[in-house]
Nanobody, 123 residues
Framework: QVQLVESGGGLVQAGGSLRLSCAAS????????MGWFRQAPGKERQFVAA????????LYATSVKGRFTISRDNAMNTGYLQMDSLKPEDTAVYYC????????????????WGQGTQVTVSS
């Protein structure tokens, strides 16, 4: 079992930046692939980015590629999502996720979820 807690959300103007953090506890964080998803009101939860257990591989949704950067610090049991050039359409609740299996863009492949943190981008 691993527990995930997100932080760093908030209100920001379009063009601004935020950095989300995902603090992990429980089993060794470094054995899990880690990802970020987001869910806007009335919409399904969608994939944002993922990073392998070692940090050597990353994957991004087309909509955020070039603007968001996923990273992790296994020594600190923490993952991050740096979000730059934010747009109003990035407004959503952002969820951290972890999986001990192959990470995919579908929610079903992720075993553990945080409670989410709200990101609101004003125009």
């Amino acid at each position: 079992q691993v527990q995930l807690v997100e932080s760093g959300g908030g209100l920001v103007q379009a063009g601004g930046s935020l950095r989300l953090s995902c603090a992990a506890s429980g089993r060794t964080f470094s054995i899990y692939n880690m990802g970020w998803f987001r869910q806007a009101p009335g919409k399904e939860r969608q994939f944002v980015a993922a990073i392998s257990w070692s940090g050597g591989s990353t994957l991004y949704a087309t909509s955020v590629k070039g603007r968001f950067t996923i990273s992790r610090d296994n020594a600190m049991n923490t993952g991050y999502l740096q979000m730059d050039s934010l747009k109003p359409e990035d407004t959503a609740v952002y969820y951290c996720a972890a999986t001990s299996t192959i990470a995919t863009v579908t929610t079903a492949s992720w075993n553990y979820w945080g409670q989410g943190t709200q990101v609101t981008v004003s125009s």
